[in-house]
Structures are given as C-alpha cells and as structure tokens.
C-alpha cells in the first residue's frame, strides 16, 4: 500500500502487513465480534518531506 502526503509532495510504502490473530481461522466471542490488529512497516526515505501522509488498505473478513 503507497502512502500519499496531504497536499502532495511525497509518498511512503507500506508493506510486512501483520495482523493479530494471525490469518487463518479464529473464534469470535459470545457476541459474535472479534478485533483485529493490523501492523505494517513504514519505509520512510532519507529526506523524506514532513507532513500528513494518508492511504487506504483493504481487509477481509470471511465468516463462516
């Protein structure tokens, strides 16, 4: 996923996603409901332009 800085100007790469609980299958609790962590590392060139940078990444979820 490319991170874009507000205004322009630079961009960042996410990538290394993680999540907890890992992929795979897990149990949601007794309301039907389970969180999700999401990690990733962030490449930030040296020089990098300071500022707000912002992206979207899709997760999906297959209940069964």
Excluded: H
Excluded at 33 to 48: E, F, N, S
Excluded at 58 to 63: E, Q, R
């Amino acid at each position: 996923a490319t991170l874009t800085r507000t205004g322009g100007g630079g961009t960042m790469t996410l990538r290394s996603f993680t999540s907890s609980p890992p992929a795979g299958l897990t149990q949601l609790d007794n309301k039907g409901k389970r969180d999700i962590i999401v990690g990733a590392t962030i490449d930030v060139a040296t020089g990098q332009i300071k500022g707000d940078y912002n992206g979207t990444f899709t997760i999906s979820v297959d209940a069964q």
